[in-house]
């Protein structure tokens, strides 16, 4: 019981961190990396399932079962080489004779462990067991688990030595790679040196690990925050670097929805327009216009900073009111008109905003709040310039 107890451990460790790696399907544009680290996962839990029938039939001295699951025992551990192997060449990627002899290898290892069991079944030249269910191990079995020893060796080295020159995040992938065959090369020869004890399981399990941490949870982090800045470059605006029409869509749905459902108890909507944008571009050049635009935009940020920015237009900008902002906006939007009358009679940006806030008793829709703040900027922007008339006529 002593010995299946761990095995038993390890396919339960096996199974809570490697579930979404064995379900792994990859569609149409499969990855052959994770498909053979797929394989070796299969392969380990074969392995441990035989390990742990092994421990209680031995207990049990079964010994025509036992021996059927101890040549299941040297197959699946055979094979699990093999497939440690393959993933390795399928993560280096080089696709140079040396990886193709290292298969090759792989293979010749599966071979001589098929062949060297079918001959043990007439001569005991790898396992035996007496009729009191006792287990001796013989030299065969010693000669494929130094093979194998010398697989995972030669394997774990090339491995480390093609890390070098890599940048950092692939070499330690590459480190950890090497580790883990390393591990399993040292766990073999004390399975070796102690055939009743199981340590080969115990490399299986801590070489898993170590890929687990150190190459697919990295990658899946690193995945993840690639996946994170192309959403923030699909939601930002290149030239202002606040949102883009984009995520003012998806805010705006997300909005009409609580609407819709009630849900929603407090919403405040103001709505810009720049001025002065088509004479700067007229008379000073796009470059003039947009520098103009980044200062307007700049100007909204810094009064509203409490809350989400959108560009929705070439010169329309729109926040939806947070917080600190929603609490106070009436002091904001004063202070910003304030700011944009000095403006307008001096030289800076010149910015027309209309605010207005969600009634749950009459709105139903965002469109509704939006149109009405709208109105009440275009009417600002119209007494802007008729301030700005006024001003250049004296």
């Known amino acids: 019981m002593y010995y299946a107890s761990f095995g038993i451990l390890s396919i339960i460790i096996h199974l809570i961190i490697n579930m979404s790696a064995i379900r792994y399907r990859g569609g149409k544009e499969k990855d052959p990396v994770k498909n053979s680290y797929k394989a070796f996962l299969i392969g380990i839990m074969a392995y441990y399932v035989s390990d742990v029938l092994w421990g209680f039939l031995f207990d049990l001295k ?73 287990y001796y191990p013989n030299p065969a079995r010693y000669g494929i688990l130094v093979f194998q020893f010398i697989l995972f060796f030669v394997v774990s080295l090339y491995t480390l030595i093609v890390s070098t020159g890599l940048e950092k995040n692939k070499k330690l992938h590459h ?41 697919e949870v990295d990658e899946r982090e690193h995945h993840n925050l690639e996946l994170g800045s192309a959403r923030t470059m699909a939601y930002k605006d290149p030239l202002t670097n606040v949102n883009n029409a984009n995520a003012y869509t998806e805010a705006k749905s997300i909005y009409s929805t609580m609407i819709r459902d009630k849900s929603l108890f407090e919403l405040g909507i103001v709505v810009f327009d720049v001025n002065n944008l088509k004479f ?11 520098r103009y635009l980044q200062s307007c935009c700049q100007l909204i940020c810094v009064v509203f900073k409490h809350s989400p920015v959108y560009r929705i237009g070439g010169d329309e900008f729109v926040t939806i009111l947070e917080g600190k902002d929603y609490y106070n906006r009436e002091e904001l939007l004063k202070y910003f008109n304030n700011k944009v009358d000095y403006n307008n009679a001096h030289t800076g940006p010149v910015v027309a905003a209309g605010m207005e806030v969600y009634d749950p008793e009459t709105d139903n829709g965002y469109d509704e709040i939006f149109e009405r703040a709208d109105e009440k900027m275009y009417i600002r922007k119209n007494l802007l310039k008729e301030d700005k008339a006024l001003l250049n006529s004296r």
């Open 280 to 290: 700067i571009n007229d008379n000073y050049g796009h470059e003039a216009g947009d």
């Open 175 to 215: 480190h950890a790679v090497g580790l883990s065959g390393l591990v399993m090369s040292a766990l073999i020869v004390l399975q070796t040196l102690y055939p009743l004890v199981p340590f080969y399981a115990i490399g299986c399990l801590i070489a898993n690990c170590i890929i687990h941490t150190f190459v």
């Open 62 to 134: 079964i010994v025509p079962v036992c021996y059927a699951d101890t040549v299941l025992y040297f197959l699946s551990m055979g094979v699990s080489v093999f497939l440690w192997m393959r993933f390795t060449v399928k993560f280096l990627g080089r696709n140079v004779l040396f990886e193709k002899v290292i298969l090759i290898a792989g293979c010749c290892s599966v071979a001589m462990n098929v062949i060297l069991l079918a001959i043990n079944f007439f001569i005991p030249i790898m396992f035996a067991f007496d009729k009191e269910g006792n």
